[in-house]
C-alpha cells in the first residue's frame, strides 16, 4: 500500500485513538487463564491483537469478537494442532512463551520474518531455569510445558516484555518468583493481574508473583499513548495547532513523551483525570509552541521507547541538537529504528539532520525541509512518523510512503484520521 500525504496549515480537532495495544494483549491472554467470562471494550483490532486472539482460540479458547467488543471464556488451555503464528507482534510471542511454560503440553510459535529476527534467548533463559524446555532463541521455538518453580530473577535489561514472560510463567510456578527490574518499566501486566486477582506485589523494583487463580472482569482498554503520539507530534510542529485527544491511558511508565514535550515548549494538559480497571486515563490536550532542544536518557528511555520516531520527527523542528541516548533496545524492534529514522528521515532534506550513534541519535533542528519518497520498512511507528513529517511540509508536492499499510499494526484508520480531522 502507497500512501501520499499532502502538507498542512495546521492540525486541529477532538480525537479518539484505537485501544491500547498493550492492555488490548494482555485482556485476551489473562482473559483466557481467568475464571468466568470477560467482556472487552475498546479492544485495538490492529493486526498484532487479532494475532493474539487468534493463537488462543487455536489454543481452545471461545472468544468472540464484535468490532472493539470482545468476549473471552476462560478456561484450561490445549495443546494446538498447529504452529502458533504470531504475525509481527513480539509482544504476543514473549508474553505468550511465559503462559506456555506452566502448560501441560508442548507447541511451536513463529511469526513474519521480521519476529524471526527478534532476540528470544532474553526469555528463554529465564524460563528454563524455572523449569520450562525452550528451544530456539528465534523463532520459531519450541516450548515443552513442564511444572515449574519460582525464581528470582535481575533482568539484565529493562524490558517490559521479558518482565511480563517471567511474571505470567509465575502464575504457574510452586514458591515465590520475584522479577528484579534495574529501571521501571510499563507495568500493564502487573496492574491487570492485580484487577483480576493475582497473587502479586511491588516492593521497589522487585515484583513477587505466586501462583494464582484469576477470576474473569469487565476490562476496559483505554486509548493508547503510543499511538495519541502521532497526533501529539503533529500538534507540536504545525504552527497554530490545537487538539483533544479523548480517554487515553496515562500510565506513568507510559508518559515519557508528555514530560519531552512539555520540556521542549509544547503547552499540554491533562483534563477529565480518572481511573479504569487500575490504570489511570486522561484527555488530552496540545498546543503547539515554538521548541527547544533536549537530551533524553537514561531512566527516561523505557517510558517512551515505542515514541522515539515521533519524538524525533519533533526534534526535526526544535532550537538546537537533542540528543537521544541509552536506547540500543531500538535496534530490535520490527526495524532498526535508529538506523531506518536516520535513513528515512534524511530523505526529506538535502543534508541529513540525524546522525545515529550506537544506543540513539542526534537530531540538528531547523533545517529546511521538502517533500520526499520514502519507506516505512514494514515498520508501523516509522509509517505514522514518516506522515507526520510528510504534513509538515510547505508547498503543493507530496510525501509519498512506501508499504505505508502497515501502520494498521497499531493504528487502523491513521492516514483518514490526518487528513480529514477529528470528531465531527
Keep these: 500500500m502507497t500512501v501520499k500525504i499532502s502538507g498542512k496549515q495546521k492540525f486541529s480537532g477532538t480525537f479518539t485513538v484505537p485501544g491500547d495495544k498493550s492492555i488490548s494483549h494482555r485482556s ?34 471461545y472468544i468472540q469478537q464484535n468490532s472493539t467488543n470482545v468476549t473471552i471464556k476462560g478456561g484450561q488451555l490445549s495443546k494446538p494442532t498447529k504452529t502458533l503464528d504470531v504475525g509481527n507482534s513480539g509482544t504476543t510471542l514473549r508474553l505468550m512463551s511465559g503462559i506456555l511454560a506452566g502448560q501441560n503440553f508442548t507447541c511451536s510459535i513463529t511469526g513474519d520474518e521480521s519476529i524471526q529476527k527478534r532476540p528470544m534467548k532474553r526469555v528463554v533463559d529465564p524460563l528454563a531455569l524455572m523449569g520450562a524446555q525452550v528451544s530456539g532463541v528465534y523463532a520459531p521455538v519450541t516450548i515443552e510445558g513442564r511444572p515449574l518453580k519460582g525464581i528470582k530473577y535481575t533482568l539484565p535489561v ?29 507495568d500493564h501486566t502487573e496492574i491487570m493481574l492485580k ?17 494464582s487463580n484469576l477470576e474473569a472482569k469487565p476490562i476496559a482498554v483505554p486509548g493508547d499513548i503510543s ?85 524525533a520527527a519533533v526534534a526535526l523542528f ?10 540500543e533496545e531500538l535496534r530490535v524492534k520490527e526495524t532498526d529504528r535508529i538506523q531506518a529514522v536516520a535513513e528515512e528521515f534524511g530523505k526529506f532534506f538535502d543534508i541529513n539532520p540525524i546522525q545515529p ?68
Excluded: W
Design 195 to 211: 484487577y483480576l486477582g493475582a497473587n502479586i506485589k511491588r516492593e521497589g523494583n522487585n515484583i513477587i508473583v505466586s501462583k
Design 318 to 327: 526544535a532550537e538546537g541538537k537533542t540528543i537521544i541516548k541509552d536506547a
Design 227 to 311: 499511538s495519541a503520539a502521532f497526533l501529539m507530534a503533529a500538534a507540536a510542529i504545525l504552527p497554530d495547532s490545537h487538539i483533544m485527544i479523548k480517554n487515553v491511558g496515562i500510565n506513568p511508565t507510559r508518559t515519557g513523551m508528555i514530560h519531552v514535550l512539555r520540556r521542549m515548549g509544547v503547552d499540554i494538559k491533562l483534563h477529565n483525570e480518572g481511573v479504569s480497571c487500575g490504570e489511570p486515563i486522561a484527555d488530552i490536550e496540545v498546543k503547539s509552541a515554538p521548541l527547544k532542544a533536549t537530551i533524553i536518557s537514561g531512566a527516561e528511555i523505557p517510558t517512551l521507547i515505542d515514541e522515539i520516531p515521533a519524538i
Design 28 to 61: 485476551v491472554m489473562l482473559g483466557a487463564l481467568s475464571k468466568g467470562t470477560t467482556e472487552v471494550t475498546g479492544f485495538l483490532t490492529g493486526e498484532d491483537c487479532l494475532a493474539t486472539i487468534s493463537c488462543f482460540r487455536a489454543m481452545g479458547v
Design 158 to 186: 529493562a524490558s517490559a516484555q521479558v518482565k511480563s514472560a517471567i511474571i505470567l510463567a509465575g502464575l504457574f510456578a510452586d514458591g515465590e518468583t520475584i522479577v528484579a527490574e534495574p529501571t521501571v518499566t510499563r
Design 357 to 424: 550513534q550506537e544506543d540513539g541519535m542526534v537530531v540538528q533542528g531547523g533545517m529546511p525541509l521538502k517533500a520526499a519518497a520514502v519507506s516505512s520498512r514494514g515498520d508501523h511507528r516509522l509509517a505514522m512518523s514518516l506522515s507526520v513529517l510528510g504534513m509538515a511540509v510547505v508547498g503543493d508536492n507530496e510525501t509519498i510512503i512506501e508499504n505505508a499499510g502497515c501502520a494498521d499494526v497499531s493504528f487502523p484508520g491513521f492516514y483518514q484520521l490526518i487528513q480529514e480531522g477529528g470528531i465531527k
